[in-house]
């Protein structure tokens, strides 16, 4: 015992090389690298959400900002304002108060009657002439700087109902227009009511090589031009105090394009502007500026007046911030270190449990390589191991039953070799002792033996090759009732002879089975050797019967299942259920004396059930105890499914020499 567990000792590997030692190491890294990734997560995370109750959430308070924005450039004055804050107090779950420039409160979310004081620092300033480029969805931050004006600010601009309704349509008529020339184009209304056309997709010049025109849609209203002759009144103003020439604003407020378009109710000439060329860029900077500035004049009347925004917590308390001190340092350490040693331990349990079990195996498979008896390995568990350890069990015991297989096929060779080799040597002592006469009877006595001897030798040969590959099939297309046919008109004389009736009853339906693409000597083969064995196993009166159609009931199950059915059954003395799972394997015979005059040479199944599965097929046997027994084949028709199993490793698709396709043959 000592011995032996020396060895297994010096046949282990060492820890380095060895799985529990690998298994060890990758844990320690993973600890390492997950309490590493932690404590930067965890700081991270803090400092996230810090900043968040800290009100820098750029995100909720640009939404907080961009509604109470809206707000004041829809409405001249903050009354009111009171609903919307407290929504959106609600879905953002913090504080919201706004002031006017002097502090005076004009609406605030908090809900305690004495609200904590607001801070020193506003968040925000909501002014819709003057907007937060930092936090506004509505203004392109990539324009000028000084156009910081709320689009949706849009004061006398705002068109009346009847003035929508009549651009609409237009709108309509034009984008079904541009629909019919295959244009797709979208309606989007502007903040004052004014619809656009949006062409969809990267080329929106198509339009102007169509008939459809946007002239209702380019030229203001009534409503519009007024609105746009105030502003450029205003313009002008700034631009006539520091003595530059006026202009004229467009709808788009641009200028130096041309004339502006009116409206058609409008009898006015257009006004021309100075020629570009007498502009200089002094001069658009300054109209820039004046434009601006009007803009805010014309909408200050419109729109509400600027408001301090504050976005904090309920209660008024901040979040203290996250001190890496060397306290907290000590303790990050600490928790690492205790994390680690609870990795390691718990890695060293499972690693000795994980590596027993493949000791184990280890030790039972150098056993079953010396040739000792290896016992069961102990199966602990329904997993990996468990199921490794089942494997290696049932291979084991294949191993087993394989070698008492191989022991008992060379007794069982030796057995029939025996027989007809001892016959022939008696007949040929006696012929030398003068015993036996050399006459007709005596010549044909040792030509049985013979017969017998090649035939045993021809089915061995036939094994050998179907377990080589190098079993060579010859496909051909064949009608299956024709091969029925032959098989029985082979075997009739002998079924007569053992006074058994031999039949070939063509297919229960009208249509014959279809087509079949097999090896007909093969076939012969394998058919005959069924129906040898059951006329063998019949007792005299018996029938045996040899039939095939489809898969299926009718003609169409028959070609959806794409395969053969062909069935021998007997009404001889059956198979017992426990000898049935046998009855294809090699030199099995439920007659264990192995008298030739009751059973043959036990391989004449083993050989159908090789030759059924080189065409790709499968064999099956039902049978009852005393009442009789069924063999059923099953081909496929398909040629292809024949060359895939032709070509499968096992069976193989070389030429084969004639002598063994006419051997072959005699035996079917």
């Known amino acids: 015992m000592l011995r032996v567990r020396r060895d297994r000792r010096r046949n282990r590997p060492p820890l380095r090389k ?177 619809p656009r056309m949006e062409i969809v997709g990267n080329d929106p010049d198509r339009v102007q090589n169509t008939r459809c025109t946007t002239d209702e849609l380019d030229s203001p209203t009534a409503t519009e031009q007024k609105a746009l002759d105030a502003l450029n009144q205003l313009a002008d103003a700034c631009l006539k105090r520091q003595d530059r020439p006026g202009i004229q604003l467009n709808l788009d407020l641009s200028w130096g394009g041309g004339s502006i378009r009116k409206a058609p109710s409008e009898a006015a000439a257009p006004v021309p502007e100075p020629p570009p060329s007498l502009r200089t860029d002094e001069d658009d900077r300054a109209t820039a500026s004046c434009v601006d500035t009007a803009r805010r004049e014309q909408l200050s009347s419109y729109v509400a007046s600027p408001a301090l925004l504050f976005i904090g917590d309920e209660d008024g308390t901040t979040v203290p911030g996250f001190d890496l001190s060397p306290a907290n340092t000590a303790k990050i350490a600490g928790a690492a270190a205790l994390v680690l040693a609870l990795t390691v331990g718990a890695t060293m349990l499972a690693g000795s449990r994980l590596a027993r079990p493949l000791h184990a195996l280890t030790g039972a498979a150098q056993r079953m390589r010396d040739g000792e008896d290896s016992e069961p390995v102990l199966v602990t568990g329904d997993n990996e191991i468990g199921r490794l350890a089942a494997a290696f069990n049932d291979m084991a015991d294949h191993r087993a039953r394989l070698e008492t297989q191989r022991k008992d096929m060379v007794s069982d060779v030796a057995h029939e070799l025996r027989t007809p080799l001892s016959n022939i040597r008696g007949w040929l002592e006696a012929a030398q002792d003068g015993l036996a006469e050399p006459d007709p009877a005596f010549i044909g006595s040792l030509h049985t033996e013979a017969l017998q001897l090649q035939h045993i030798i021809d089915d061995l040969q036939d094994l050998a090759a179907a377990d080589a590959g190098a079993l060579r099939l010859h496909p051909e297309q064949l009608r299956v009732e024709d091969v029925l046919a032959q098989v029985a008109a082979a075997h009739q004389a002998g079924a007569e002879t053992a006074g058994v009736t031999l039949s070939a009853p063509p297919a229960a339906d009208s249509t014959p089975s279809p087509a079949l693409w097999a090896d007909p000597v093969r076939l012969r083969q394998a058919i005959g050797n069924l129906v040898s064995n059951a006329v063998r196993h019949t007792p005299p009166g018996g029938r045996v019967t040899v039939r095939a159609y489809g898969a299926g009931t009718s003609v169409d199950e028959a070609a959806a299942g794409r395969e053969v059915v062909i069935e021998v059954a007997d009404t001889g003395s059956g198979i017992s259920a426990e000898n049935l799972p046998h009855v294809f394997d090699r030199f099995w015979r439920a007659e264990k004396s192995r008298n030739r005059r009751t059973g043959g040479s036990g391989l004449g199944l083993a050989i159908v059930r090789k030759l059924v599965e080189a065409h790709g097929g499968s064999v099956s046997a039902a049978s009852v105890e005393g009442q009789g027994s069924v063999f059923t084949l099953r081909l496929p028709v398909d040629a292809a499914d024949a060359a895939d199993a032709a070509d499968t490793p096992g069976t193989g698709n070389a030429e084969e020499p004639a002598d063994e396709s006419q051997t072959a043959a005699d035996r079917a």
């Open 18 to 194: 060895s799985l529990f030692g690998r298994l060890l190491a990758v844990s320690a890294l993973v600890a390492a690298c997950s309490v590493a990734a932690t404590a930067w997560l965890a700081v991270q995370t803090t400092s996230g959400a810090i900043k968040q109750e800290q009100g820098q959430n750029l995100t909720a308070d640009a939404r907080i900002y961009n509604t109470l924005l809206g707000y004041a450039a829809g409405h001249p004055t903050w009354e009111g304002v009171d609903g919307t804050v407290r929504d959106l107090a609600r879905q953002s779950g913090r504080r919201i108060a706004l002031t006017t420039e002097q502090r005076r409160p004009l609406a605030d979310s908090a809900s305690r009657p004495a609200p904590p004081a607001l801070p020193p620092q506003a968040s925000a300033i909501v002014d819709p002439l003057s907007v937060d480029t930092a936090l506004s969805r509505t203004v392109d931050r990539s324009e000028d700087a000084a156009d910081r004006v709320d689009p949706r600010a849009v004061g006398p601009f705002r068109l009346p109902a009847a003035e929508r309704k009549a651009l609409q349509r237009a709108a309509d008529r034009n984008a079904a227009c541009l629909s019919r020339v295959g244009i797709a184009a979208d309606v989007v209304t502007g903040p004052s009511g004014r």
